[in-house]
């Protein structure tokens, strides 16, 4: 038990020197991975008849969706891909509801799908930067 709690508190620590040494570029990385995990998380406690942790895997993985990546869009300077951005999201938001809801693989796979395409482009342009800097 004692050390259930130890490697708890160092993962929390560990998360949190990440997130605190990250850039701007790396945290959106960060949430991407978050709601990755919250819903591979959901789709084995659903699978699993877990009901509760289901529930809370897949209301972290709309937290992150809704308070992390819609809330960092800059709609200002973004445009039409920011505005394009926020309904994908929206989208994203309302599968994993549906999932929630009505225990719906499908749409957690669909919901993991979009965040992946978008993450693989997040994370490629983070790349590019840093090899461009480099240059």
């Known amino acids: 038990m004692y050390a ?3 490697a708890a508190a160092y993962g929390r620590v560990s998360v949190e ?3 605190l040494s990250a850039s701007p570029h790396q945290l959106i990385s960060m949430l991407f991975d978050g709601a990755q995990s919250a819903i591979k998380a ?13 529930g809370k895997a897949i209301t972290k993985a709309i937290d992150i969706v809704n308070s992390g990546l819609l809330v ?4 200002d300077n973004g445009g039409e ?8 999201y929206n989208y994203i938001s309302g599968l994993l509801l549906r999932a ?10 669909e ?6 395409e978008i993450g693989s482009a997040w994370k490629e342009i ?9 240059a």
């Open 100 to 109: 929630n809801l009505n225990n719906s693989t499908g749409a957690l796979d």
């Open 81 to 88: 891909l920011a505005e394009r951005l926020e309904a994908l």
């Open 4 to 6: 259930m709690r130890g």
């Open 111 to 116: 919901a993991a799908q979009l965040l992946n």
């Open 42 to 54: 959901a789709r084995l406690h659903m699978e699993n008849g877990n009901i509760a942790e289901k």
């Open 72 to 75: 960092a869009l800059d709609k």
């Open 126 to 134: 983070g790349q590019q930067a840093a090899t461009a800097q480099g």
């Open 17 to 19: 020197s990440n997130v």
